[in-house]
């Protein structure tokens, strides 16, 4: 089906363990995006990227690392997962860096 | 540093009322101001979208106004239903080049029968 597919849908994690975000987008899409949502924080930037090999920090990146081999993938990775990193975290992608569409999301928890 | 504030951070408004939800923004370089609409256990939606080249734009019964010199936009829900009733998250971009949107950190409204 053509969209943009988080997986998993939920995952549960022990401290200091890796852990892989999917996010898969059919459209083609330039742009891609990783937010994470928190209960009183809104939607916080954690990285973006404009094209395959281009990704760049956003505000809240400490902790997190992305890599975009192919336009349509977009990873997500916790190097050392920690109780803060606990979240719902959200991939969207753009054909131009208006009009996000967003994927249903990856509620991680870190224990 | 917060750079788009939006309030109230919840809301009960009755069937048929009007739902009025407040955003700021401090950087002046933003021009492009989206409402996005969550539901619970789903991703946000874009419902409506502005730019500073106009003060309002109606889209059924949402409508967003903008006021550039108060460096403020609103969303009002006219009508309001109890299937209104989610999450929604004003943003801003500088929409130039390779930006990103900057949310606010959202409005839970609750619309009851």
């Known amino acids: 089906d053509a969209g943009i597919t988080q997986s998993p849908r939920y995952k549960i994690t022990e401290t200091g363990r890796q852990v892989t975000l999917m996010c898969h987008q059919t459209w083609s899409h330039s742009y891609m995006f990783w937010y994470r949502q928190d209960l009183g924080h809104g939607l916080r930037l954690i990285y973006y990227s404009a094209a395959a090999d281009i990704t760049d920090k956003g505000e809240v990146s400490d902790g997190y690392v992305v890599s975009r081999s192919k336009t349509e993938n977009f990873p997500l990775t916790l190097e050392s997962a920690t109780r803060s990193q606990t979240s719902v975290y959200f991939c969207?992608?753009?054909?131009?860096?208006?009009?996000?569409?967003f994927g249903s999301g990856t509620r991680l928890t870190v224990v | 540093q917060q750079q788009v504030k939006q309030s109230p951070q919840s809301l009960i408004v009755q069937k048929g009322g009007i739902s009025i939800i407040n955003c700021a923004y401090e950087n002046t370089a933003f021009d492009y101001f989206p409402w996005y609409q969550q539901f619970p256990g789903k991703g946000p939606a874009l419902l409506i979208a502005i730019r500073p080249d106009v003060s309002e734009k109606k889209e059924g019964r949402f409508t967003i106004s903008f006021n550039k010199s108060a460096k403020q936009f609103s969303l009002h829900i006219m009508d309001s239903q109890p299937g209104d009733s989610a999450t929604y998250f004003c943003?801003?971009?500088?929409?130039?080049?390779?930006?990103?949107?900057?949310f606010g950190k959202g409005t839970m409204l609750l619309v009851s029968p």
């Open positions: 943003a801003a971009s500088p929409g130039s080049g390779y930006s990103t949107l900057t």
């Open positions: 969207a992608s753009s054909k131009t860096d208006y009009g996000y569409t």
